[in-house]
């Protein structure tokens, strides 16, 4: 069974720009969580989503946006970038959410100058 | 806000020996912990996970214990190879009755191995 895929890999982009990433759940999965990741920061939650619906957010402002689709398919989207988004933007995938085993894609690095 | 701590950011282990990663967390009502290995480059790798009415869970190689008196969780690699060389990150999950909420998850600890 295939793995979480993310694109792109990498990413750069200016600041006050958008960008809009992308995550393949392993099939069958649901649930598709976003995580970013940073040397300061670690790994922070950013939100979940589960059957196109947003169920769990983390503290993270409205500039970080989701979606899910019909297909479990999922995108994040971050506008007006600031120089502190330039991080590894995980996601990870799991049946029914993260009471149990969520698996995580390679991420993608978003470099922002 | 509570989260979840590694003790150690750096361990350095001989090719051979049995490694022991520390975590304490901070939230009681967690019931569900993960380790997750990050390889250069690469998302977290599910290692082995828990739940809080179990103590000890052993995988290949690896054992996961959790002591919820004092919250402490650790991850033991038995014979650690080459192969172990990673990043280590402990992560709890509160399940909230609505849909769990996201992963914490804890700084993270550099298991070095030297041969």
């Known amino acids: 069974k295939a793995g979480v895929t993310q694109t792109p890999r990498y990413l750069i982009k200016t600041r006050g720009q958008q960008v809009t990433l992308s995550c393949s759940p392993i099939s069958g999965h649901r649930s598709v969580s976003w995580y970013q990741q940073t040397p300061g920061q670690g790994l922070q939650f950013l939100f979940e989503?589960?059957?196109?619906?947003?169920?769990n957010k983390g503290n993270f402002p409205g500039r970080f946006s989701g979606r899910q689709f019909s297909n479990s398919r999922s995108e994040m989207n971050v506008s007006t970038l600031e120089l502190g988004d330039s991080a590894l933007y995980l996601c990870a995938s799991s049946l029914q959410g993260a009471e149990e085993t969520q698996y995580f894609g390679p991420g993608t690095r978003l470099l922002v100058l | 806000g509570e989260s979840v701590g590694l003790h150690l950011p750096t361990l350095s282990v001989q090719e051979g020996d049995n490694s022991i990663i520390n975590c304490a967390y901070s939230n009681s009502a967690s019931d569900y912990f993960i380790w997750y290995k990050q390889e250069s480059g690469k998302g977290p790798q599910f290692i082995i996970d828990?739940?809080?009415?179990?103590d000890k869970r052993q995988g290949q190689r690896v054992t996961v214990l959790l002591n919820k008196t004092v919250k402490h969780l650790s991850l033991q690699i038995a014979a650690t190879q080459p192969g172990d060389s990673a990043v280590y990150f402990c992560?709890?999950?509160?399940?909230?009755?609505?849909?769990?909420?996201?992963?914490?998850f804890g700084k993270g600890t550099h298991l070095i191995i030297q041969p």
């Open positions: 828990i739940r809080s009415n179990m």
């Open positions: 992560a709890e999950s509160l399940y909230s009755g609505g849909g769990a909420d996201g992963l914490t």
């Open positions: 989503y589960f059957s196109e619906t947003q169920r």
